[in-house]
Every structure is written in structure tokens, then in C-alpha cells.
């Protein structure tokens, strides 16, 4: 209403998350920028200002769980902010809901199918979530299913998804005895992300 093209057009798109709170939504996605540039700590500090302001932000409790427990906190601090947002489950749409519902059977009251059900029923709303392609994917690794975790990888890579989508499809390949396929995975991996430190 009145403001430049230019302006919003360089204002990071807000994510899209179940939020009363536009300000919530702004501290969550600022967060998750944090997140992905590897400031685990100021993202933590984020999603936390997001939470004080709508206590009932699912998304913003589970993210809080993800980064506390990439950045070595204590098993008490994931397991609240992932209990938390496990108890709003009902209050999210289903996308939200499975993945708070996963995160939870992982970390606090472990269940493999309970995961597993949960990653599926994300991926049943949304086919390209990479959250729920990876992470299945991860779970059918446990169970030894290399084949039909490889093919979740390999979907996540040809959405665009990087990184870890190319690790994950490399050693599904490779526990297959895919040796050619993983090294023709890593040679992708290297020309679409160069500068990944990963690569070499």
C-alpha cells in the first residue's frame, strides 16, 4: 500500500508457516535465513522471540527443537521445544502436523513406524517437501531399504534440493554397490555447488 516495487522486492519472503502473529512470522523467517547460513545460535535466539510472541506457533517450537539440537544443547531443551510443538499438532495444517508429530516419535518418545507414518503423511500433502524426502529417506536407510531411500534422495535433487540430498543419494548408492551411479552423483553434486564445502 504506497511502497516501492524495489523495497519489497528486496524484503525477505516471509515463510509459509500457521502464525497469528505477522511479527512471529517475521522473527521465524529471519530465523530460518540464520539457520541457513549456519548461525545456529542466532537462529535459536529467533525462533525463541517467535515463540514468546505466539506461544501457540507450532513450526517456530519445532525449528527451535531442530537448531538446539544441531548446536549441541541440552537433550532437555529439544525435548521441550519438540514436546511443545508435538502438543500443537492439532492446531496445524497437515504439512505442520507431521512434521512436528515426526520430530517428536524421533527425539522424545522414539518409534520408527510413528516416524515413518509421519514423514509419509507429509509427503502425501506436499510430494516435494524436503523435509519429509529427506527424513523418510533417512528412515528407510535404517530399515535397509537403500533402493527406495536412493529414489526420495534422487527426487529432492531433481527439485533443485542440495547438499545433503546429494550425500544421503550417494550413499544409498553406494550400500546398493551403485559405485558408477555415486560417482556420477558426486560429479553432479560438484558442478551444481562448486563452492560446497562438502564436495571434495
Known sequence: IGESLVTIRKTLP???????????LRQYTRASQLEHEGDLEGAASLYQEAVKIDSGFG??????AVVLNNAGASFEQVVQA???AYQLRDRLPPVERGLATAYYYYNVDYDHQQVMAAYRSVLDADPDNDAGLNNLGNELMQDRQWSAAESLYVRGIALGYRGVFFANAMRAQVFQGLYAAAAATLDQWGQVSPDDPDVP
Open 14 to 24: 516471509l515463510a509459509q508457516v500457521s502464525t497469528g502473529s505477522l511479527e512471529a
Open 59 to 64: 513450526m517456530a517450537y519445532r525449528k527451535l
Open 82 to 84: 519438540s514436546t511443545r
